[in-house]
């Protein structure tokens, strides 16, 4: 295997890149990708047969004839302090890690959600990594990709038709229009659509609702894809979707209106993982994009699962901070599937502290080791909170050139003191090179036989004791409060007997609290739950806090006023 990665290194080498700072878009087209079956045969020994290629450098894995059993690899979880504008670099992390692994002897992959279209034409404008580390073909990686994300899409939409045209025609389940909880979605951020009215025209056109969308990545769909282990499992999960109530207030499911069937077919395809590369030619599995505080955002169980069974180490990461993205990961991801972190990486930058301590984005590039030692506290409870699970993380320092000394210092010093090793990183400049300290540590870890996971609550604890021990002993909240409508809907799903599952807390992603600009880390807050939503196909029930959306509008200034094609077609913009 050694010689192996050698080749690639030197391979990639040869490879005239862009200079650091160079758009990633130009960075990810200087280098010539691998025919997606040699990497498929050279790093996972997957053969021809076992591939569906989507043109030449992706491909689908087809699960039923790829072998898995033989191998157990471990697993590594990058997760990230609070994020900020300044951004932390969760990905570029867990790429570059990938092929540090791989250039010093470990055979690794990587496993990471599908971007969605409404960030990237939003605010990110990309999400394959950055710099010298990022999944390539990036341009089909941010758009489109292999469908998945329109197969969701569809699928949830003919649900949402199918329960219109059952009201419409006699209405047998005797739905209550007054009470479908079953919105339609579309992966773009419009917050126009967040409330809508359908049905509109006439007796011809339907009964007139209330409704509304949400972006795909919030669909109870897209969770239950990342969740299931089959299309068996797949379809169990479609047909327990709750959609509504009937006029006596009973449940209606998926499986009563018959739609499960349709909705497996549609997605007989998205439910098969999706292999591309990085820059250094390692297999990467992109799979899934539930949403980080709606959903668990964790890539799914599937594509997981199967890395772990190719390849000895496999890096995946969980959306927003650690707060959000890990917490889910462990007691929802790990908890169903069983799937458990051996070591954590927690990514931090200097630039991302200092914000925590209070300054402006313009304000980042001059030195200040008075804000970075106020916005420290931010770091040290992601630290704690992951050492409350069991995994005692690995910081990794993703270094930007403006980084001194003198601050680097002060995170090393903090994170010591809490008993947390600390690597500085250079893989968005340097590739697998830059990120080397940071690989050797990883495997300094698994080979001491990792970590025992540690949960927060116990299935048999009532919803609203998971929720306050989350936000008690994660976000340092005081107390949870649940308004009129949110304790109702406790009670109702305590009723049905759904109390047994796991909790998902949407807030704000930057905050411990549920107020964005309550920086750092604040204590003796209330989290304030509005909504309670059940997702009982995914297994797990949302508690809506503070003023989160299921439908992201977009910002002043979009990404996608910056997108276009040159004149040789060629795209740009996209970063």
């Known amino acids: 295997m050694n010689n192996q990665n050698n080749t690639v290194l030197a391979e990639s080498s040869m490879t005239v890149l862009p200079p650091p700072g160079a758009p990633d878009i130009d960075i990810a087209r200087a280098v010539k990708p691998w025919p997606i079956f040699e990497v498929a045969q050279r790093k996972l020994g997957v053969a021809h047969h076992a591939l569906i290629p989507y043109g030449h450098y992706k491909a689908?894995?087809?699960?039923?004839?790829?072998d898995t059993t033989t191998k157990q690899g471990k697993l590594v979880l990058v997760t990230a302090i609070t994020p900020t504008p300044a951004g932390e670099g969760k990905t570029t992390t867990s790429i570059g890690l990938t092929d540090a692994l791989n250039s010093i002897g470990v055979n690794t992959s990587v496993c990471l959600r599908e971007p969605s279209l409404g960030p990237c034409?939003?605010?990110?404008?990309?999400?394959?990594?950055?710099?010298?580390?990022?999944?390539?073909?990036?341009?089909?990686?941010?758009?489109?990709?292999?469908?998945?994300?329109h197969a969701i899409t569809s699928a949830h939409n003919l649900l949402a038709a199918l329960i219109d045209n059952h009201i419409h025609w006699d209405n047998e389940l005797d739905l209550d229009p007054r009470r479908i909880t079953w919105r339609r979605v579309m992966d773009m951020n419009d917050r126009a659509l967040r409330h809508t009215l359908v049905g509109l025209g006439g007796p011809a056109h339907g009964q007139p609702r209330e409704s509304g969308f949400d972006i795909t990545v919030a669909s109870e769909i897209m969770a239950i894809l990342c969740l299931a282990e089959d299309r068996k499992d797949l379809q169990r999960r479609l047909g327990n979707i709750i959609i509504g109530r009937d006029t006596s207030g009973r449940p209606v499911t998926a499986r009563e209106l018959g739609a499960d069937g349709a909705m497996t077919v549609l997605l007989k395809d998205a439910i098969q993982p999706n292999l591309i590369q990085t820059l250094e030619h390692n297999p990467a599995l992109i799979h899934g994009g539930p949403f980080a505080n709606i959903a668990h955002g964790c890539?799914?169980?599937?594509?997981?699962?199967?890395?772990?069974?190719?390849?000895?180490?496999?890096v995946t990461e969980a959306g927003f901070g650690a707060d959000l993205g890990a917490e889910k990961f462990i007691h929802i991801k790990s908890r169903i599937s069983g799937l458990e972190p051996?070591?954590?990486?927690?990514?931090?930058?200097?630039?991302?502290?200092?914000?925590q301590g209070g300054l402006l984005k313009m304000q980042l590039d001059e030195p200040n080791v008075e804000a970075l030692s106020n916005g420290m506290v931010n770091l040290e409870r992601h630290i704690q909170n992951m050492q409350k699970f069991g995994?005692?993380?690995?910081?990794?320092?993703n270094r930007f050139p403006t980084d001194t000394t003198q601050e680097l210092t002060a995170i090393k010093e903090a994170c010591l003191k809490l008993g947390a090793r600390v690597e500085e990183a250079t893989h968005w400049a340097e590739g697998g090179e830059g990120a080397k300290a940071v690989a050797e540590a990883v495997k300094s870890a698994l080979e001491n036989d990792g970590a025992q996971v540690k949960y927060l609550y116990e299935n048999e604890q009532a919803i609203d004791e998971k929720i306050r021990a989350v936000a008690t002993e994660l976000y340092g909240a005081a107390d949870v409060q649940f308004n009129i409508a949110a304790q109702k809907q406790l009670d109702e799903i305590h009723d049905l007997g759904f109390g047994h599952l796991p909790i998902c807390i949407a807030k704000t992603p930057y905050s411990f609290s549920s107020e964005a600009s309550e920086l750092g880390a604040p204590e003796g807050h209330i989290l304030s739950v509005r909504e309670l939503r059940l997702m009982a196909g995914a297994g797990f029930v949302v508690a809506i806090c503070g003023d989160v959306m299921t439908m992201p509008g977009l910002p002043k200034h979009p990404a996608a006023l910056n997108i276009?094609?040159?004149?040789?077609?060629?795209?740009?913009?996209?970063?």
Do not use: Y
């Open 60 to 66: 689908k894995l087809d699960l039923g004839q790829i």
């Open 342 to 355: 051996d070591v954590a990486v927690l990514v931090c930058t200097v630039r991302a502290l200092k914000m």
């Open 121 to 149: 034409f939003g605010v990110k404008g990309g999400a394959a990594g950055g710099g010298r580390s990022q999944a390539i073909p990036m341009e089909d990686l941010n758009l489109h990709f292999n469908g998945d994300f």
């Open 299 to 314: 890539n799914s169980v599937m594509a997981t699962r199967t890395a772990m069974g190719l390849s000895d180490v496999v």
């Open 391 to 397: 995994l005692n993380p690995i910081v990794a320092i």
């Open 564 to 575: 276009s094609l040159d004149d040789d077609g060629e795209i740009v913009g996209l970063f």
